[in-house]
């Protein structure tokens, strides 16, 4: 079965900071990696996604990740937040090409004071 | 606003009462999915449907909880006998691709006292 894993629970950053949230996935196969984004008040949105190719994969509001397979990890990254990117990010996986539903990991809690 | 809709958006019941929430996908999304959260955790799937097929139930579906999909398009998740462990945020994801690229609805909040 897959799971993912969130390193971090909650995550305290002063604006400008660089971030740099882990996840980790269980699964024997090829996988699907996401993150969503989830802004206090609204539903979860997807920040970025990887399928395959370039392991390097950019998003929305200068987000990226890095897929490393040998580590089975999926970090998101950001060189400099912002105050608006307070909010919730969960870490989601799911077989590729299975059609099953997406595995999410339990979030973490980013907070930035400006 | 996402497309998909969910209705109520916040339901409170008493312990041992039955609820059921409603979900409207966005147009021609053929691939349906309801989801559990509480606080302080992500997401949990409870079930899946592909048009009106439901293909994937979850161990967190109990006998108490139904979901219907009756014509491919809406969806319900009823719960039937309430118990506090139900209380949660009840999100609906849909999607038309099957790369799972989920676009989630605002969600119905469960209170049961």
């Known amino acids: 079965a897959q799971s993912v894993s969130q390193h971090n629970h909650h995550v305290i950053l002063s604006e400008a900071a660089s971030l740099e949230l882990g996840c980790n996935y269980s699964?024997?196969?090829?996988?699907?990696l996401f993150w969503y984004v989830q802004y206090p008040g609204q539903h979860l949105q997807l920040l970025l996604k990887y399928f395959s190719g370039d392991p390097l994969v950019k998003g929305i509001k200068g987000f990226e990740a890095e897929f490393i397979k040998s580590k089975f990890s999926f970090n998101l990254r950001k060189p400099s937040v912002q105050w608006s990117d307070t909010a919730e990010y969960f870490c989601?996986?799911?077989?590729?090409?299975?059609?099953?539903?997406?595995?999410f990991g339990k979030g973490t809690t980013l907070s930035v004071s400006s | 606003d996402t497309g998909v809709s969910q209705d109520p958006r916040h339901k409170i019941t008493k312990r041992g009462q039955n609820v059921t929430f409603r979900c409207d996908p966005i147009s021609e999304h053929n691939r349906l999915y309801w989801y559990r959260q509480t606080l302080g955790q992500g997401p949990e799937f409870l079930t899946y449907?592909?048009?009106?097929?439901?293909?994937?139930k979850s161990r967190l579906l109990s006998d108490r909880f139904s979901a219907e999909r009756p014509k491919g398009s809406f969806s319900t998740l009823e719960i039937q006998r309430t118990e506090q462990g139900d209380s949660a945020m009840y999100l609906c994801a849909t999607t038309v691709k099957g790369d799972g690229e989920l676009f989630f609805g605002e969600g119905s909040r469960l209170t049961v006292l």
């Open positions: 449907f592909q048009n009106e097929a439901q293909l994937e």
């Open positions: 989601a996986v799911n077989a590729w090409q299975a059609g099953t539903a997406l595995i």
């Open positions: 699964y024997g196969g090829t996988v699907n």
